[in-house]
């Protein structure tokens, strides 16, 4: 019980694989160097955690889809397998069997870098357990241009026949960090959209956010917009930011008519710097606290877990 109100937590997005990546060392259940932690899982009350894929730039080439299938079986293998606490989900009824003590754990990729141009390794990813696709990271790709280059180009005929395979596949396809054009190209033919880690360009002009009419587009198609804790993308900053901050892009999605599509996709253990007092998954206490001066109590619980367990596209596709 957080101040009368129950916590329980569903975060749209971190990188932990990609730090258990660069340091196999690293112990999942209570590593200091982790932001997200089986400790800090439980201490936080999270109860849904995505795992992302993230496949550094400094990778070579023709070795990003042997790094994509090692964060996989980084994921089996040091997050899964020792934690029987920590169960995979994959669709939205395997969230709702959750025993109460339990944290689902689902497998995403971010950025498609790793299949180069060849949907076989995106089709080997799925039927490993991959249940949400992000087409880029900032930059060009195969698929799509990112939110960062200038070219600022929208989908690929490659890139669409992924979100072909996305849409064949019942997979989610995440818009973050997508440029402005391929946002637009990928809601004209994807089924399942939703944002794990965007902010409101409005509140902090940064490429990587979204613009109104993104937000108020993903409000329309009933998706979900998960916040990010990144402080460049709150405030401008690139080393600073306030859960103040956080508030100022929760509000003002729901002033464009998110109450119900807004949750929280923190990118932690993916964030060198971070927000004052919300510097890992434990803390999500303190963002509590500051929600309940503003919102009711069914309107935290929204943000916190409902809206993204009721709104994020996870179906029961089978992968052939």
């Known amino acids: 019980m957080r101040g009368g109100i129950y916590l329980k937590i569903f975060d749209g997005h971190c990188d932990v694989l990609y730090k258990l990546f660069i340091n196999p060392t690293l112990d999942f259940c209570q590593s200091?160097?982790?932001?997200?932690?089986?400790?800090?899982?439980n201490s936080s009350g999270t109860r849904v955690q995505l795992f992302a894929i993230y496949v550094p730039e400094s990778v070579h080439p023709d070795l990003k889809f042997e790094a994509a299938l090692r964060m996989v079986d980084l994921f089996y293998e040091k997050v899964l397998s020792p934690n029987p606490q920590m169960k995979l989900v994959t669709n939205r009824a395997e969230i709702g069997q959750l025993a109460e003590n339990e944290i689902g754990a689902l497998l995403t990729l971010e950025g498609c870098d790793a299949i180069g141009q060849d949907l076989l390794k995106l089709r080997t990813l799925l039927r490993l357990g991959v249940r949400s696709v992000g087409l880029t990271w900032n930059y060009a790709n195969h698929v799509a241009d990112g939110a960062m280059e200038e070219r600022g180009a929208g989908l690929t005929k490659f890139g669409r026949q992924v979100v072909q395979l996305l849409n064949e596949t019942k997979t989610a396809c995440d818009v973050s960090h997508l440029s402005e054009r391929g946002f637009w190209d990928v809601l004209e033919v994807a089924e399942s959209v939703f944002a794990s880690h965007s902010n409101?360009?409005?509140?902090?002009?940064h490429p990587r956010n979204?613009?109104?009419d993104q937000i108020k587009e993903l409000i329309k198609r009933n998706s979900v917009i998960g916040i990010t804790f990144v402080p460049e993308f709150l405030s401008g900053r690139k080393e600073t930011a306030s859960i103040d901050d956080v508030l100022r892009h929760l509000d003002h999605i729901c002033s464009l008519g998110g109450e119900n599509h807004v949750?929280?996709?923190s990118d932690f253990d993916g964030i060198e710097f971070t927000v004052k007092n919300l510097s890992g998954n434990e803390q999500y206490e303190n963002l509590c606290n500051e929600l309940q001066k503003y919102y009711t109590d069914i309107q935290v619980r929204?943000?916190?877990?409902?809206?993204?367990?009721a709104r994020l596209p996870l179906q029961s596709g089978l992968v052939q």
């Open 32 to 41: 200091a160097e982790l932001q997200v932690n089986l400790e800090r899982l």
């Open 200 to 205: 409101s360009y409005v509140k902090c002009p």
């Open 210 to 212: 979204l613009r109104d």
């Open 263 to 265: 949750g929280f996709g």
């Open 302 to 309: 929204k943000f916190l877990y409902e809206n993204m367990a």
